[in-house]
């Protein structure tokens, strides 16, 4: 199955859930893309064919699935009172720019 073909019905069947139909399902299922994608630097979808996108491995359909089912049994931001969601924490270092120096503040 392709990533792009992963359904939210296939999420909540995945979670053992009866209710497909929960908003957040779907915010879990566009976020595990997203991660991926900014994890790998691999396009979720490209209008040019020569450049491999998610869909072109068929491996990463079950990282969703692992990606969904952890965002959604691990909805706090510290795992316990010291440790940091690592997902949480991997996707702000995915974004994180306060470490590098801005142009001005570069000095040769």
Do not use: W
């Amino acid at each position: 199955m392709k990533v792009s073909e992963i359904t939210v019905q296939n999420v909540a069947d995945y979670l053992r859930l009866d209710d497909a139909t929960d908003p957040f399902l779907s915010s879990i299922l566009s976020i595990s893309k997203q991660y991926i994608s900014n994890y790998t630097g691999i396009p979720i979808t490209s209008t040019d064919t020569t450049i491999k996108t998610l869909d072109d491995y068929e491996d990463f359909h079950i990282v969703v699935l692992v990606l969904c089912q952890d965002m959604f049994d691990n909805r706090a931001l510290y795992v316990d009172k010291t440790n940091l969601n690592k997902v949480v924490d991997s996707i702000l270092g995915m974004h994180c720019t306060n470490l590098l120096p801005t142009p001005d503040e570069v000095t040769i």
